[in-house]
């Protein structure tokens, strides 16, 4: 029972990060290797609020929430000069710089890391089930304005801007404005994932946020579906639970990821719940064959 609360605990903190870099990357179509970064910063910033100033949890949630979405806010500046291949490696190089920080200044622990993080008391509960519920329910929060965002206006700017970013400018859309809206959503739901994987890990190490994080990452996104609600949540559960059903094969895990991005690319570009995706169209000719057989009943 604690194996599969634990198991449900980090496919929630995951499905959360895959729909953060969704918001970034499906929405706004800015391709980031530096997710991973936000998360670690969301992690560190509660731990150390935890450890070293004795705040309770949800001072050091909130704390990381919008610390990251902060950062999220510097750190997306270089997208308003660079694009594409060159936005890639700058958000990569991003990532290298934070590790490498967590990992050289002993404010943060250097490479022993935090240890030793409090696991929080819901109703004076410290309990993996009440902890378990918050995670989803922070799912929901993550699920909500995803679609939130989908349906208004800022949603269709960020879509103006995915698709030409010269025609969103000549319409009226600011694109540098969107696409910090874009960083600051994104880092701000990593950074509270972070600090749910913190608590209930209870200790962090830099290797923890490494590059090859921001991979698993862009993973669940591209294999579910980018640009969708439904295809970062599928991409995280079946990509958090196949290495534990495939234990035998933990070592090779980073190799089958990148075995499946390459596959989806090839094959299926749109993800298995993309919009215009193989799986996704089968599923509404099937729909459609029902409701007209109703009608014809």
Do not use: C
Request: glycine fraction near 10%; proline fraction near 3%; charged fraction near 10%.
């Amino acid at each position: 029972m604690d194996y599969l609360i634990s198991l449900a605990v980090f496919a929630g903190i995951w499905v959360v990060l895959a729909l953060s870099l969704n918001i970034l990357m499906g929405y706004a179509g800015q391709v980031s290797l530096g997710q991973a970064a936000f998360f670690g910063i969301g992690a560190y910033t509660s731990g150390i609020l935890a450890l070293k100033f004795n705040q309770p949890f949800a001072v050091g949630f909130l704390a990381a929430i919008v610390l990251t979405g902060l950062v999220g806010a510097f750190l997306g500046l270089p997208s308003l000069r660079v694009r594409h291949d060159f936005l890639v490696l700058a958000t990569m190089g991003v990532n290298f710089v934070v590790v490498a920080i967590f990992k050289y200044v002993d404010f943060f622990g250097g490479a022993l890391g935090l240890i030793d993080i409090p696991t929080p008391r819901f109703f004076g509960i410290q309990s993996e089930i009440p902890y378990l519920i918050f995670v989803w329910l922070y799912v929901a929060v993550a699920i909500f304005i995803s679609w939130y965002i989908s349906k208004t206006w800022t949603g269709l700017a960020l879509n103006a801007v995915r698709i030409n970013e010269e025609a969103a400018a000549a319409v009226g859309v600011s694109v540098p404005r969107f696409k910090i809206y874009a960083f600051i959503i994104s880092a701000a739901l990593a950074g509270g994932a972070g600090s749910l994987y913190a608590h209930y890990l209870k200790s962090l190490f830099p290797d923890n946020f490494h590059f090859i994080e921001s991979i698993v990452i862009l993973s669940m996104v591209v294999v579910g579906g980018v640009g969708t609600l439904r295809g970062p949540i599928l991409g995280a559960i079946v990509l958090r639970a196949l290495p534990e059903l495939l234990r035998d094969l933990h070592d090779y895990r980073f190799a089958m990821y990148g075995g499946l991005i390459v596959l989806m690319m090839l094959f299926q570009p749109m993800g298995l719940l993309g919009d215009e995706s193989t799986l996704m169209r089968a599923i509404r000719r099937a729909f459609k064959r029902e409701v007209t057989n109703e009608r014809a009943a």
